[in-house]
């Protein structure tokens, strides 16, 4: 059960990656710090999951530890992550819907723009370790590993619970690993100075946000879901991997009418 649980859980943490706060920091961090460290700023969003992780990873351990005892609130925190989870996908959506208005080839996200000055504008791409730990407190995020911890590791105590968040925190730095790629992709090529590739980049992100709060939002007033959440995690990874391949099949193709063309600039 516990095996069949954590490959569950895996799929969750891919598509908890994809969140587009999460990508919104990653890609704000990913172009901070390209120029200082160019090479290491395409992990940003390896860095970012592993602070992340030690939050996730210590709820996993207090559910382990209190073990039904937590389970008999489960439904009231889950219910109360995912309202705060919809107000804030809402959020970025109109927030990356004035980006687009405004010709901004930066993403939007609403933790990023609550994170201290000092952490937002850092150009380090460690800073990446502090900001995921933030990330970690979210409600959303508790709420989820409370959750997923309880349904399928509480049985087997601190190890069963941590073993779980681990395939959570695996799938979670598999999807911030390829954001953070795909970015310095960006930044790094002169098709990034192109408005239609960021432009599907930032529709992209839009476009996934509505669509989690749509989902949410009509489980959340009853509705049923035809399709399990596993599928629903599983198709949301592939529409950031659908845009990952546009991207990099974008900017191969500039790069070699570049090298073709010397003089041509994009």
């Given at each position: 059960?516990?095996?069949?649980?954590?490959?569950?859980?895996?799929?969750?943490?891919?598509?908890?990656?994809?969140?587009?706060?999460h990508?919104?920091?990653?890609?704000?961090?990913?172009?901070?710090?390209?120029?200082?460290?160019p090479?290491?700023?395409?992990?940003?969003?390896?860095?970012?999951?592993?602070?992340?992780?030690?939050?996730?990873?210590?709820?996993?351990?207090?559910?382990?530890?209190?073990?039904?005892?937590?389970?008999?609130?489960?439904?009231t925190?889950e219910?109360?992550?995912?309202?705060?989870?919809?107000?804030?996908?809402?959020?970025?959506?109109?927030?990356?819907?004035?980006?687009?208005?405004?010709?901004?080839?930066?993403?939007?996200?609403?933790?990023?723009?609550?994170?201290?000055?000092?952490?937002r504008?850092?150009?380090?791409?460690?800073?990446?370790?502090?900001?995921?730990?933030?990330?970690?407190?979210?409600?959303?995020?508790?709420?989820?590993?409370?959750?997923?911890?309880?349904?399928?590791?509480?049985?087997?105590?601190?190890a069963?619970?941590?073993?779980?968040?681990?395939?959570?925190?695996?799938?979670?730095?598999?999807?911030d690993?390829?954001?953070?790629?795909?970015?310095?992709?960006?930044?790094?090529?002169?098709?990034?100075?192109?408005?239609?590739?960021?432009?599907?980049?930032?529709?992209?992100?839009?476009?996934?946000?509505?669509?989690?709060?749509?989902?949410?939002?009509?489980?959340?007033?009853?509705?049923?879901?035809?399709?399990?959440?596993?599928?629903?995690?599983?198709?949301?990874?592939?529409?950031?991997?659908?845009?990952?391949?546009?991207?990099?099949?974008?900017?191969?193709?500039?790069?070699?009418?570049?090298?073709?063309?010397?003089?041509?600039?994009?």
């Open positions: 059960m516990i095996g069949l649980g954590a490959f569950a859980v895996f799929a969750l943490g891919l598509r908890h990656g994809a969140d587009p706060d990508i919104a920091a990653i890609d704000n961090m990913t172009r901070n710090s390209f120029d200082r460290k090479w290491l700023s395409r992990f940003c969003g390896t860095i970012f999951a592993g602070g992340h992780s030690i939050m996730v990873l210590s709820i996993a351990a207090l559910v382990g530890l209190m073990g039904t005892h937590l389970g008999k609130y489960g439904d925190i219910t109360i992550g995912t309202w705060v989870s919809i107000a804030v996908l809402v959020l970025i959506a109109l927030l990356n819907l004035r980006q687009l208005r405004s010709g901004d080839v930066r993403i939007a996200g609403v933790k990023t723009r609550l994170m201290p000055r000092v952490l504008e850092a150009t380090s791409p460690w800073v990446a370790l502090p900001v995921g730990l933030l990330f970690g407190f979210g409600f959303e995020t508790s709420s989820q590993i409370l959750t997923y911890s309880v349904a399928f590791g509480v049985r087997a105590g601190v069963g619970a941590l073993f779980v968040g681990a395939m959570f925190c695996l799938g979670m730095i598999c999807t690993t390829l954001d953070s790629v795909l970015v310095h992709r960006l930044v790094s090529d002169r098709a990034s100075l192109r408005t239609t590739t960021m432009r599907v980049w930032i529709w992209s992100v839009t476009t996934v946000a509505l669509a989690v709060a749509a989902y949410e939002l009509a489980q959340v007033l009853g509705w049923q879901s035809p399709v399990p959440d596993l599928y629903v995690s599983f198709a949301i990874v592939a529409a950031l991997l659908v845009v990952f391949v546009y991207v990099f099949a974008s900017t191969k193709r500039d790069r070699t009418q570049t090298s073709t063309n010397p003089g041509t600039i994009s």
